[in-house]
T-cell receptor
Framework: DGGITQSPKYLFRKEGQNVTLSCEQN?????MYWYRQDPGQGLRLIYY???????QKGDIAEGYSVSREKKESFPLTVTSAQKNPTAFYLC????????????FGPGTRLTVT | GESVGLHLPTLSVQEGDNSIINCAYS??????FIWYKQESGKGPQFIID?????DKRQGQRVTVLLNKTVKHLSLQIAATQPGDSAVYFC????????????FGTGTLLAVQP
């Protein structure tokens, strides 16, 4: 089956620790995205990557970092500098150029205490 | 995630009725719009899209209307079913080559049996 996988579904960390969220896609999409979702708010873009070895900051990049070493993978690290890291994190991918439709993974719920 | 529906505008309808979900978008230069459905604890799923050179598009049981004069989108769901209960988001593409989508805050659709 083609799709996007995110793991784990639930993640718990202590304050002050960095944590890396996984996102893998086998859709052969060029572009990948990370969003954060909080209750009562729309999805907010953290980082996006249009091609391997290249990525750009989104609207709320502070306290996060990413890498894009492979086309299929776009891991997100939530660093200790992120002031309010508890949220639902969504990864998406899309073909670059012809379509704006983004396909989403199932999400990871991160809780930091 | 599970709490994404908190504090959102809510539309409550009876099973079998038609639903209309509205969305105001922000950028008059946006050239592409998408409606997504998000069930509790899952990632958003594509429902239907429309380009700015159209004012109406129909899918299976769903219709999207675009009014560029007032920057307004609506999603109509015919014969609403319990399985339609979810949060519905509109998204706009600002144009250009970045494939960046800007998401609305969402509307919670609650279908009463």
């Amino acid at each position: 089956d083609g799709g996007i996988t995110q793991s784990p579904k639930y993640l718990f960390r202590k304050e002050g620790q960095n944590v890396t969220l996984s996102c893998e896609q086998n859709l052969n999409h060029d572009a990948m995205y990370w969003y954060r979702q909080d209750p009562g708010q729309g999805l907010r873009l953290i980082y996006y990557s249009q091609i391997v070895n290249d990525f750009q900051k989104g609207d709320i990049a502070e306290g996060y970092s990413v890498s894009r070493e492979k086309k299929e993978s776009f891991p997100l690290t939530v660093t200790s500098a992120q002031k309010n890291p508890t949220a639902f994190y969504l990864c998406a991918s899309s073909m670059f150029g012809n379509s704006y439709e983004q396909y989403f993974g199932p999400g990871t719920r991160l809780t930091v205490t | 995630g599970e709490s994404v529906g908190l504090h959102l505008p809510t539309l409550s309808v009876q099973e079998g009725d038609n639903s209309i979900i509205n969305c105001a978008y922000s950028n008059s230069a946006s050239d592409y719009f998408i409606w997504y459905k998000q069930e509790s604890g899952k990632g958003p799923q594509f429902i239907i899209d429309i380009r700015s050179n159209m004012d109406k598009r129909q899918g299976q049981r769903v219709t999207v209307l675009l009014n560029k004069t007032v920057k307004h989108l609506s999603l109509q769901i015919a014969a609403t079913q319990p399985g339609d209960s979810a949060v519905y988001f509109c998204a706009e593409n600002y144009g250009g080559a970045t494939n960046k989508l800007i998401f609305g805050t969402g509307t919670l659709l609650a279908v009463q049996p």
